[in-house]
Every structure is written in C-alpha cells, then in structure tokens.
C-alpha cells in the first residue's frame, strides 16, 4: 500500500471524523444506555453500504469489510460509552445531555474507527484479508460489555487473527503515540466493607462497638497487604476513596461502609490478595469486639499488549508518522476491559497523544473539562487503517 495514497485519503475524511466526534460528544450516553450512539453508527455503516450485526451486549456493533485478496481477519475495537460527569467546557459541540460526558476520549476512538472505515472501504479491492470493526458499548462500568460481548459470540462466525485498538492520553503531545509491549494495564476489582457493631452515645464508648474506631484500623492495616505480602516486582494498588460513618459528634454509627479498589498485574497474586482483604478485614473487627461483612466485585483483568503485534504495530507508525512521534510508555494502573478481548486473542493498546500548549487539552482524562487538540483527528483514522493494513500483509 502507498503511503502517499492513504495520507491523501485520511485528508479526505478528516472533516468527517471531525464532524463525527463533533456529534458524539455533544450526544454523549453512558454505558449500557448507548441506544442513540449505536443507531448513529448503524446509520453510517448503512449509508456506506458496510454489512454489520448490532444489538450484541445490547447495543455493540460488529461492522466487517473484505478485501478483494485472502488474508488474515484483524478486528478494530473502539469503546461508545461516556461517563457520569457535567461538563464544563464551553466548547460548541458541548454535552447536551445534563450530568454526562466524553470524559475520557470514547467520542475520539468512536469517531476515529469511522474514518478508518471510510478509507478501508474505499481501498478494499486493493485489501488482503477481512477487518472486523468492534463498537463496543460499556466499558466504563462492571461488568464490561467486551466480556458481554465475547460471551454472546461476536466473533463466532468471523475469529480475528489478532485484535487493536487505541486510546487518547492527554500527558502525550498531539502527534504522538505510545507503545508498551507484554505487562501494561493493572487488573481492578471492587472492595466494600460494610463494618457492624452497637453505636450509641460518643461520651460513653464503654458501653459501644465502636465502629468507626475498627473502620480505621482496617483501612490502615490492609495497606500491608501492598507494602509487606506483595512481591516488590509485582505492581499493586489499594486505595480507599469513600467511608461512610453516618453519625454525629456524639453518636457512634452502628455500621461503617467503606469503598475502595484494588489493583495489580498478576492474577495469581490477585486471588491472594483478595482473600488476603476479605481475612484481614473480618479478623480485625472481631478482635474489636464488632462484626465485619467484605463483598468484593470483580472488574476487568490486567492487560497484556502482545509483543509481536505490539512491536510491529509500533514499526508501522514509524513510519506513518516518523520515529520521533512514536515513544516508548510505562505501565499503568488504571484498567480496561479491552484486557477481556487480549485474554482470547494477540492483541495490543496504543496510547494516542492530544495535548498541546494551549491549557484547554491538558486536564486529564475523567475530567469535566478534557478536551483534546482536534488537529489528532486529521491523521489518527490514517494511523489506524496504516497499522492495519500492514498487520494483514505481515502476520502469519
């Protein structure tokens, strides 16, 4: 494939994926509720005359294009879902939709797999092999629609050889993008507490369970489970970010509710350290005279990026858009469920930069007001169909 003519079509669509994520944003619905966001898409691969099935996990969309040469099958995932968060940029194409968002960058990847779609379309007599283009709803919330997905077939009838997909970073320069090979997105799971005792009045603790007390003690002790039974090279989170204490200066609630997660890249470690939470938690509100009930949700595994996909795919951009805008990332505690579709087949993640200069693009993602540096959008759809293209030509 020429390089110069896929650069001349990624300007040609470029308004359109603008256009696209201009309508995305502004219409922004939150996971398992994409009903509008999906009948969008649909609509556009309709008009395109592009064959898809929808309606899988609810509303996730699989679209398929066929080049006219055998080949490998390669599927292209991006997410549809916003998040609950008011937004509070000015911006003419701002959230119509009260208390939700695009806060984390779902309208880019959306809009930007569209335009990859354009130009493969218009290539696919030149194409070798299949591309699957996965739309997947809820990827903001437990339990994830990529497990959702996976577990009501999507690719029963079609199986990629190997599956990608990008996601915005406003710490990375527009222009840029982001590669980490193997180990690269933590596991999450959910942590609630809920702490039982017999509350009264705070002059006379004597005759309490004081559970604010034992809740105090828990969240201490259970940064052990991190800093002392963790093996140091494997990376761990858990923190606490909500208690509920529903008392007064002198009243001793009868039950304490505290929420947190818990975080790491290594599943045999998570089952441990899980029951490690459930143990310590139980133990230390019985010493104390209170009882203690841990229900745990768990979320998404840790994301492994293939290394053969990976370091091909960072080759391609080199050249896309030259060695000096591709660069090298750490892991990152955060979590996705893109993991779930990387479990089942060679898959990787790559980090798309939207920051520049300007204030406006740096606030981070989950924000109220994120925003990116559009000029991104003139080569991400390019970038994506390029790797693409190439991971059919060169993957066995």
């Known amino acids: 494939m020429d390089i110069f ?56 969309i699989l679209a398929i294009i066929e080049g006219s040469k055998p080949g490998i099958t390669i599927a292209l995932r991006a997410d549809i879902d916003a998040l609950p968060i008011s937004e509070q940029n000015s911006c003419s194409y701002k959230s119509q939709n009260s208390g939700v968002m695009h806060a984390c960058g779902h309208d880019v990847h959306t809009s930007s797999l569209m335009g990859v779609m354009l130009i493969l379309n218009e290539l696919k007599s030149e194409l070798s092999g299949k591309f699957l283009f996965v739309f997947q709803p809820a990827e903001e919330k437990l339990p994830g629609g990529a497990k959702q997905m996976l577990d009501e077939g999507i690719f029963n009838e079609h199986k990629p050889t190997l599956i990608i997909a990008q996601h915005v970073n406003p710490s990375m320069k527009a222009g840029t993008v982001g590669f980490k090979s193997g180990m690269y997105m933590a596991s999450t799971d959910e942590i609630y507490i809920t702490v039982k005792g017999k509350g009264g009045h705070a002059a006379m603790p004597h005759q309490l369970t004081d559970t604010v007390l034992i809740s105090s003690h828990i ?41 947190g997660t818990f975080r790491t890249m290594n599943e045999e470690w998570r089952k441990e350290a899980l029951k490690e939470i459930e143990l310590m938690s139980k133990s230390i509100a019985k010493s104390m005279g209170g009882d203690c009930d841990v229900r745990i949700m768990h979320g998404y595994p840790s994301l492994i990026n293939n290394e053969n996909i990976t370091e091909k795919s960072r080759k391609f951009s080199q050249e896309y858009i030259g060695t000096e805008n591709v660069i090298d990332m750490d892991i990152r505690m955060t979590a996705e469920d893109f993991s779930y579709f990387a479990q089942e087949y060679p898959a990787t993640m790559y980090r798309l930069g939207t920051a520049n200069n300007n204030e406006d693009t740096n606030h981070p993602l989950h924000s109220s007001r994120f925003n990116i540096d559009e000029s991104v959008l003139e080569m991400t759809h390019g970038l994506m169909a390029w790797i693409a293209i190439n991971l059919t030509l060169n993957t066995k």
Request: glycine share 4%.
């Open 5 to 60: 003519k896929l650069n001349e079509l990624a300007a040609k669509y470029a308004d359109k994926v603008i256009e696209f994520r201009h309508h995305l944003h502004a219409n922004p619905e939150l996971s398992f509720q994409e009903n509008e966001t999906s009948l969008f898409i649909a609509n556009f691969l309709n008009e395109n005359r592009i064959s898809f099935k929808n309606n899988i996990a609810g509303n996730g």
């Open 219 to 259: 969240i201490v002790a259970l940064q052990q489970i991190v800093s002392r039974k963790a093996f140091a090279a494997i990376p761990s989170v858990l923190s606490f970010g909500k208690v509920i204490a529903n008392g007064a200066t002198n009243i001793i609630p009868d039950e304490v509710n505290i929420e």
